[in-house]
């Protein structure tokens, strides 16, 4: 495991489409994120995850989005009924646990997925 | 949730220079500060990062000093070089607070 890894890497869909992403966390970190980040900006925090339980959603999480990470491990962020405006590149980050002291806060960020709607 | 901005949006220097870049944050119980650096195409990279209790880290040519009285900290890069050119970000979060929240970010351009 050698970090965390996001697929796929590029998404062009006609709008309208659903489109699905998928994060693959490191695997010992039990906390994960995904971020949305358009060009010149920087990454805007969509929603959160300890473990299986979904904890924190931001209100740019449209109910056109949903998210879930059904065993605590990779997570899935499926957009419905695509817009242009949803067009940017999606991150999906981890960290370790708030026990584990050295390092806790540290989020370790995929490469990313970029969407583009056409 | 924590409100974090970052100063300034761009910084173009030459090769050699110092470049300083500031971040300023409310929420006054944020005890961890990283400082991340984003290169195009790619997803976000710690570069350093301080705790509360501590005022200053380095690290060979990086390094992050805090101000928690005044609720900034600031990203130094000494003797850039064309490599350091990219987009970095300081991210504001404490233990408590889930809901990490990014600075706009700042394009630094160091010209050979």
């Known amino acids: 495991d050698t970090g965390v890894s996001q697929d796929p890497r590029h998404k062009i869909t006609k709008r309208g489409q659903n489109v699905t992403f998928r994060c693959d966390p490191i695997s010992e970190h039990n906390r994960l994120y995904w971020y949305r980040q358009t060009l010149g900006q920087g990454p805007e925090f969509l929603t959160y995850f300890q473990n299986e339980a979904q904890l924190e959603k931001s209100r740019l999480l449209s109910d056109r989005f949903s998210a879930e990470r059904p065993k605590g491990s990779f997570s899935t962020l499926e957009i419905q009924r695509t817009e242009q405006g949803d067009s940017a590149m999606y991150l999906c980050a981890s960290r370790m646990p708030d026990r584990v002291l050295s390092g806790a806060n540290v989020l370790t960020f995929g490469a990313g997925s970029r969407l583009t709607v056409l | 949730g924590e409100n974090v901005e970052q100063h300034p949006s761009t910084l173009s220097v030459q090769e050699g220079d110092s470049a300083v870049i500031k971040c300023t944050y409310s929420d006054s119980a944020s005890n961890y500060f990283p400082w991340y650096k984003q290169e195009l195409g790619k997803g976000p990279q710690l570069i350093i990062d301080i705790r509360s209790n501590v005022g200053e880290k380095k690290d060979q040519r990086i390094a992050v000093t805090l101000n928690k009285t005044a609720k900034h900290f600031s990203l130094h890069i000494t003797e850039t070089q064309p490599e350091d050119s990219a987009v970095y970000f300081c991210?504001?979060?404490?233990?408590?607070?889930?809901?990490?929240?990014f600075g706009g970010g700042t394009r630094l351009m160091v010209e050979p």
């Open positions: 991210l504001g979060n404490n233990n408590a607070g889930n809901m990490l929240t």
